[in-house]
């Protein structure tokens, strides 16, 4: 009998009492909201707290240990709120100083500077959790806590912890050395200019260089990246060797950018996804082995990057491959995903977009 079972017991024998859910999320998050300590050992701190544009933390709280904690509810068993609530805790660890304004406003300076950000926890409560919520997880025991909860009658609830995270341990991914990830991007003319006066002459050396290696080299600026991009390169390695050997030439790294947008897939498969990123980055550094350049990061884009964030085995499968076969080498993934949080809390290397520019440029000087 795998399933907790509550009766009544009177002179006649045991009656099971029938458990049911409210008719309304925002029922079961008041309730908790204002019972929050009693029921999970959390202070409450926000309601609805705003993590960004278009995105709002159902429930903001500090545990007992002043670890950040993030409360997602859910009424349909068939919906999954953990890759949402994954993606908060990386946005608590990239924005400190939004969640220790929060904390003060409600539970005064000495709580908000007892703030401990070496571990971040997400509970998430419902009725029901699916076997994707399972899976999630065992990806990330340290920072999940699943709580189930089930209602008899007016007044009895019965709350289950299906999976407790360990706060006693903090999962603390190792730093990176040249990756800062706190504070907004600037756009990146704004970081040209800024920069000292022999990174811009390198910068603009290069790109000279880049862009004379051919009709099939162009150059694209967005407001965060300004960067070469080869046209109709399949089977063409000359052109990417000319390319490689005039980067390695200024110390500059060669990143592999993978996507299928263009071959107009609908979908892949995690072993799928493995086999593209084994076959085109070895082809790519089977063509860097005849140059001194080396492979410095690897780039998820268009409908990969979508799909890893919308599907926890393909972002694992990624990251698991990342560890396997190139350990070391960093990812760069859009903050705030769930690609990154699942990157984050496995340790692997992450760079922005505009971290990985300014690496390269400071290597090149």
Known sequence: MSELRLFNITGQGVQESSGKTFKLEKEVQHLFEKNLDALLGVRFVASEFVAGPGNRIDTLGIDENGFPVVIEYKLDKHKTVINQGVAYLAWIRNNPDSYWKAVFNKLGREVADSIDYSSVRLICIAAEFTRDDLGMYELMPNLIDLVRYRRFGDDQMLLERVTTADTSAPNTPTPKPGVNRNGPDKPFAQVLDEAQPGTRVVFESLKQTLLSQGEDVTEKATKLLDCVELANLSGDEETTRRLAAAAAARGVQIGASLDVSAAGATGISPSELSDLMSNRITALERVLAGTEARLGHVKLQGSLAR?????????????????????????????????????????????????AGRAYADEAR
């Open 307 to 355: 799909w890893c964030d919308e599907c926890t085995d393909l972002a694992e499968s990624c990251v698991d491959w990342m560890e396997l076969e190139r350990e070391g080498v960093p990812l760069i993934v859009g903050a705030g995903g769930l690609l990154h949080a699942v990157a984050e809390a496995r340790g692997v290397p992450l760079l922005r977009a505009i971290d």
